[in-house]
Every structure is written in structure tokens, then in C-alpha cells.
């Protein structure tokens, strides 16, 4: 029997028997099983386009609120599950998003505002991926209007909004600790980018309207950049102080700050090698007996620079304070230029006085290890004077 037909005699025999279905499965049980069968397969039909009909609505309605977002997740999490059912869920949700989308870039735009420039190359960044994913998810429907904005903007967002918020921020950054990571995520996103120079070449210059020799921050910035993602920042502005520094251009405020900042070494070569002799005075002034440091002060003497100073006297009282500290001493009489600046017979002096106390400390040294000996012999003495009276 067809198909059809032993459907047709099921409701027959269930017409006879007044819808008595027992009956009619004695009678037809393949004819039941095909009505069961058609009956589930109507009613998934109809949960399939209800709850479809009912997600499409939710779909449209999340289209109607997603320019009401009141923060940047929201709003995010929104569009992604925007695109994510835009594929699954008809034409008449992305004539929805058509509608909405001036409204829903606003927002967006509006949302993305107060946050630092690291936060906005990020976020600019994933949105403009959305917006491609979602030209992609969108295509099927064909409507040309919806899919070259968010092209357009996909691309615009990054080469026209961004650009100028990294703009605004490098013209009013003062470049200081605090903008290291910022700076350091403007080159790594410019290192991505076709063009990186349109974007680290007008922030350089901005950086290098500001005096490397007089500006801590600006020192405290450079030392602090990330070598890699600062890369073409770090590099420049390395090079540009390391020129100030080389040309003696540097602040005692600055200075001072290297000091405290393991950079004494550096402190001490740049006084060495100053040509500018008013410079050097300041910085005397200002340093000069002023750190517990005695190499600081060393290195004013070893400079070819003659000031005004009488610094012969200065190592006379730095020797006698501390005649005592052999090592201090031997540090000061090794130092360029000292020997110049006492003279040789004072010279030749002190190296006699510090010969005979290494000699005294030496006797010393002898007499105190030939007591400690005595000292073990007689305790060893003790003990076996001891152990004999034992026995």
C-alpha cells in the first residue's frame, strides 16, 4: 500500500471508530506510525519558525538598543553577537543594521572618547576587524549600502579616527614616566602599519622640541621606553641625549638625578671631559663637595679646565680627615690629576706615610695571627693537662 493511501485509511478507520486510535493501529499500525510521524515532523516545523521568528525579533531588538550602551563592553559584546547571528537570522536584521548604522558608529565613537591612547589603539582596532567581519556575514543579502560603509569605515576607523587621536595625543603629551606606555604602544601599532613613519616622524618631533639636557622628565621618559616596542622613539632619543651629553649640555638637576640612578659613571666622565669652563663652574657650585661622592668631586680635579678653586687644599683636608682609610686614600692619590694638584714632594709624602701603615698594619696583622696561635696552643695545652689528671 502507498504511502498516501495507508495515511488516507488511518483517518478513515479513525473516522469510523469515532477517533478510537487503538483500533486503528490494530488495524493500520504502519498507517499510525506515518500519521505520528508526519504530526513530530509538523511540530518541529512549527518550534523551528517560532523560535526562529522569536531570535530574529531579539536579533532586531539588539539592533534597536546597541546605540544605548552606556560602556564600551556593552556595546562590544552587542556587536559581536550582532554579527555573529547576523548570517543566521534574515535579511530583515541587516536592513535593521542598514538603518541603525549612523547611529550605532556614534556611539561607538562617543563611547571610545575617555580612554587613554593605549586603550584606543586596541579597541579601534578590534572594532575595525568587526566591521570587516561583518561586511563578510553580511554579503549574502546583497545590499550594497550596508556592506560598503562598514568597509569603508573598517579602513577609516584606523587611518582617520585613530590617526588623528594619536595626533591630539602627541601634540598635548608632555612625555613624561607616565606616557612610556602609551608612547611604547603608538610605535608597536605604527610598526604594523604600510606606512610607520607617518606616524612616529611627527611624535618624534614633538619629543625633540624638548631640551634633552635641561628636561628630567624627558630623561626619566627615555630611560624608561621599552627598547622593542619603542623601537624608532628609543632609538632617536637615545642618540639625540647621548649627542647633548657628548657636547656638555647637561643640567646639574639632571645630573644630580643620574647620580642616584646608577649612571654615576657617566656623571663622572662627562665633568672629566667638559670644554665649557662657565658650565663647569655652575656645576661646581652646585656639586662640587656637595655629594657623598668623592669621585664626583675627583672628577672635577681631573678636568684640563683650570677654575678658580683651590682644590689642592680640598684633598689636604679629604686626607687628613680620613688618614685612617687606607683605601679611601689610595683611591684619592690613584685619581687623574692629583698628583698635579698637591705637587710632588706632598705627593711623595703622603705615598711614604701610606707605605708605613700597610707596613704597621701588616706587624699587626702578624702579631694579632702569632696570639690567636698562642692562644689555640695554650687552650690545647689546658686540655690535655686536663685528660692526663684523668687518667
Known amino acids: 500500500m502507498a504511502f498516501l493511501e495507508s495515511i488516507k485509511d488511518v483517518f478513515f478507520k479513525l473516522k469510523e471508530t469515532n477517533f478510537d486510535v487503538i483500533q486503528a493501529y490494530t488495524q493500520n499500525p504502519d498507517g499510525v506510525y506515518g500519521v505520528v510521524a508526519i504530526v513530530l515532523f509538523v511540530v518541529l516545523v ?136 602609551l608612547v611604547n604602544s603608538i610605535v608597536a601599532y605604527a610598526n604594523k602599519r604600510d606606512k610607520v613613519g607617518e606616524i612616529v616622524n611627527p611624535m618624534l618631533e614633538q619629543v625633540n622640541s624638548y631640551s634633552y639636557g635641561y628636561n628630567l622628565e624627558l630623561y626619566k621618559f627615555i630611560k624608561n621606553l621599552d627598547k622593542e616596542n619603542s623601537k624608532q622613539v628609543y632609538q632617536e632619543c637615545t642618540k639625540n641625549f647621548n649627542e647633548v651629553l657628548e657636547n656638555g649640555n647637561i643640567s646639574e638637576i639632571l645630573l644630580s638625578y643620574m647620580l642616584k640612578n646608577d649612571e654615576k659613571e657617566v656623571v663622572y666622565e662627562y665633568i672629566k671631559n667638559l670644554k665649557d669652563e662657565v658650565h663647569l663652574k655652575t656645576l661646581y657650585d652646585n656639586l662640587f663637595g656637595k655629594v657623598d661622592d668623592i669621585d664626583v668631586d675627583l672628577s672635577f680635579i681631573a678636568n684640563d679646565i683650570k677654575l678658580d678653586v683651590d682644590y689642592a687644599d680640598y684633598l689636604d683636608n679629604q686626607i687628613t680627615n680620613n688618614w685612617k682609610d687606607m683605601a679611601y686614600i689610595d683611591h684619592i692619590m690613584n685619581a687623574p690629576k692629583v698628583l698635579e694638584t698637591i705637587g710632588h714632594i706632598s705627593y711623595r709624602s703622603i705615598i711614604e706615610r701610606i707605605e708605613k701603615l700597610k707596613k704597621d698594619e701588616e706587624t699587626n696583622k702578624t702579631i694579632a695571627q702569632a696570639l690567636e696561635i698562642a692562644r689555640r696552643a695554650e687552650s690545647i695545652a689546658i686540655e690535655a693537662k686536663a685528660l692526663a689528671s684523668q687518667k
Open 46 to 181: 512549527i518550534v523551528f519558525l517560532i523560535n526562529r521568528s522569536i531570535k530574529t525579533s531579539s536579533a532586531v531588538k539588539l539592533v534597536s538598543t546597541i546605540d544605548r550602551s552606556k560602556d564600551f563592553d556593552e556595546y562590544d559584546g552587542k556587536l559581536s553577537k550582532l554579527i555573529k547571528e547576523l548570517p543566521k537570522r534574515g535579511i530583515k536584521v541587516a536592513n535593521k543594521i542598514n538603518l541603525k548604522k549612523e547611529d550605532i558608529l556614534a556611539q561607538e565613537l562617543e563611547l571610545l572618547k575617555d580612554f587613554n591612547i593605549k586603550d584606543k589603539i586596541f579597541k579601534y582596532e578590534q572594532i575595525s576587524a568587526q566591521y570587516s567581519l561583518l561586511v563578510k556575514n553580511s554579503e549574502k543579502y546583497k545590499i550594497d549600502e550596508l556592506t560598503v560603509f562598514y568597509k569603508e569605515k573598517s579602513l577609516s576607523l584606523l587611518d582617520e579616527n585613530l590617526s588623528n587621536e594619536i595626533k591630539n595625543y602627541y601634540e598635548n603629551a608632555n612625555f613624561t614616566q607616565d606616557d612610556v606606555p
